[in-house]
């Protein structure tokens, strides 16, 4: 199942670089991270420019599903079992965008950009907490952004983070394909939207 999604959201992106090329200068744009549906974060940004060099953007998202932690008991043998969790949380990251060409919200640009993240996974028997992690950080992008008729962009840049974890729970598995770990890091991404 996961294979046939990420199949569907690779064919979209190449859907969206081939379609028209034709150029409108728009200043709005609200866009997605189809990537992130894959993993059940559901995440819409809006972009305004400001003039012709500069925009703000906003993403904001939330992270719900389920997911398997391991857990050993209190004495801290090695006996350990799976629980199944359900995952809730939340995702917020503002920019502010230069592009040097003088096209706001089209071509080259750099951005800075904080990210706050939260994330509480509950037992979805007891409903009991099992494991809490907060990452809060910024990162200096360099990206890309089309202006046909479906908006796409490619960002890529380095990223410093703080995470924190509250669990007593061996999570090593919990993270899956986009856990988080603190310190320096590579963030990048690609979005899809439209613009006016």
Known sequence: MQKLLKLRFLGLFLLV???SQAQSDYTHVVKLNPFGLAVSQ????YEHALNENFSVQLSAGIMTGTTELTASDSTGTIET?????DRSGYILIPEARWYPKGTACKGVYLALAGRIRSVT???AETGDVMLKRSANG???LFGYQSQSDIAWEFFIGPQIKSV???SDYDDDNASGLFGESGGVGLRFGINVGLGW
Not at 42 to 45: E, F, G, I, N, V
């Open 42 to 45: 559901y995440q819409l940004a």
């Open 81 to 85: 079992n799976l629980v199944t969790s």
């Open 138 to 140: 910024a990162a200096l």
């Open 17 to 19: 670089t081939t379609l």
């Open 164 to 166: 924190s974890v509250e």
């Open 121 to 123: 996974n509950t037992n």
